[in-house]
């Protein structure tokens, strides 16, 4: 079969952002104000946030700036993280599930796209998982990163040498918005269209 492109649907309004980042604060002051007016962005355009609903880190810096907006947070946590007490108290709405798996499917459905904050192996697991579905076609959702003092610099290096290596078309690596400012990562987000290209190089593909 051919590599035929795929045709681009049109941009839907953004009405809840899965947003991924770190339970812990980071080591600059930055993150976690990166983390209020990016709270404070979603909030004031009408977007809920959907994250994993826990109070620690910049999770929870992120959701008391939703809420303290008056926004809408919904968290989905799971069943281990919820039995240590690490609910935010005030959330708009919660869910419990028995696992990580189905927390980041759970958050996928609610959300019309993703937003990764700085943060350790979770948060850059998720943004790649989400991304990767794009990708193949699984969902058709922008993901963007949060560039908070230049965090995401090596990723976007590292995406680089994947297409100079043949591993990745130019077109995936630029389906991730990457921007420090949150008013304009959302725009971006806003204004995204899917790739009308397939993942493969160089042979067939479907």
């Known amino acids: 079969m051919t590599d035929r492109p795929v045709v681009p649907s049109p941009a839907a309004a953004l009405r809840s952002v899965a947003v991924f980042c770190g339970s812990n604060f980071g080591a600059s ?37 939703v809420l303290g907006a008056g926004g809408e947070a919904v968290g989905v946590i799971n069943r281990r993280l919820h039995e240590r007490g690490h609910l935010h108290p005030a959330l708009t709405a919660h869910e419990v599930v028995d696992h990580m798996r189905i927390r980041k499917a ?43 003092r230049g965090f995401y610099d090596p990723m976007r290096t590292m995406l680089d040498r994947a297409v100079d290596e043949g591993f990745l078309k130019a077109e995936h690596r630029d389906m991730v918005v ?29």
């Not at 579905?133 to 949060?146: E, F, N, P, R, V």
């Not at 921007?179 to 806003?190: E, W």
Request: glycine letters at 12%.
């Open 106 to 148: 759970r958050m996928a459905e609610l959300a019309d796209a993703f937003v990764a904050m700085p943060g350790g192996l979770g948060t850059l697991e998720e943004l790649f998982e989400a991304a990767t579905l794009t990708q193949l076609g699984d969902h058709s959702k922008a993901c963007g990163a949060l560039n908070v």
């Open 29 to 65: 002051a930055e993150y976690a104000e990166a983390a209020r007016a990016l709270g404070a962005a979603l909030a004031t355009r009408g977007i809920r946030l959907v994250y994993g609903g826990t109070n620690k880190g910049l999770m929870g810096v992120l959701a008391d700036a």
């Open 178 to 206: 990457i921007d420090a400012d949150p008013q304009r990562l959302l725009d971006a987000l806003q204004a995204w269209q899917a790739p009308t290209v397939t993942k493969w190089i160089g042979q067939p593909g479907s």
